[in-house]
């Protein structure tokens, strides 16, 4: 069964921030003990632990950033405007300070912690657009949409 | 003009903490320059996605796809110069 533009916004979902952000936190984590095997490899234990934390924090910070849109949403658009710019400059702010909290810890690297912040965040983006763009274009190739489409029908 | 010349004398003394002073100020300088495009593009984004949700509501999920993945790219300038800081203070 082929689906119709008509289904996009209905395989996008109402609440879209919420399933995109399960995306990006299963793909970091199915790639997570290959980042940093491979951080370990080239800095040791502490870049290791640099770049879990790393992890971590962009992982977090996607959560954070959904979980502003998702329930700002839900109330209105200048709400949606007012969590977009607010969430942008608190989640700056929270991650400076989990950041500079952790500056003395023995096993604080910068370099492996800001290669990782930058690499997984764009990496991570960029995995997420390419199937993003994949399903908007072809929805009825998305693995659940024969499902919703039934669920559609006996509506 | 005997200010300035108080104010030299001690920067001939301590060379390396005006440089260690200096280098923050640059590093704070920069977080907040590299802070102020991805506002404005996040600003951008988010406004035209409520405009484009308020001519056609039926396609406000695929609009809040887009603009959340708009906003995280454009975030990533701002993610830049957090690293730069963390470089030039903690490095």
Sequence with gaps: MVASNKDLPELAGSEPERLIVADLVKRGLKVAPIWILLAGLIWGIDGAASATYGLVLILANFVVAAAFLTWAGRISPAALMAAALGGFIFRLIILTIAVVAVRNLSMFLPVPLGITIIVSHLGLLTWETRYVSLSLAHPGLVPDASKRMKGQEKK | ?91
């Design chain 2, 1 to 91: 003009m005997i200010d300035l010349l108080a104010a030299a004398d001690v920067i001939a003394d301590k060379p390396d903490q005006i440089l260690v002073g200096l280098k923050a100020v640059g590093a704070g300088l920069g977080y907040g320059l590299a802070a102020i495009g991805p506002g404005v593009g996040i600003g951008l984004v988010v406004g035209n996605a409520i405009t484009a949700m308020a001519r056609q509501p039926e396609s406000a999920g695929m609009v809040r796809t887009t603009m959340f993945l708009g906003i995280a790219f454009t975030e990533a300038l701002a993610l830049i110069g957090f690293v730069v800081f963390i470089l030039l203070n903690f490095a």
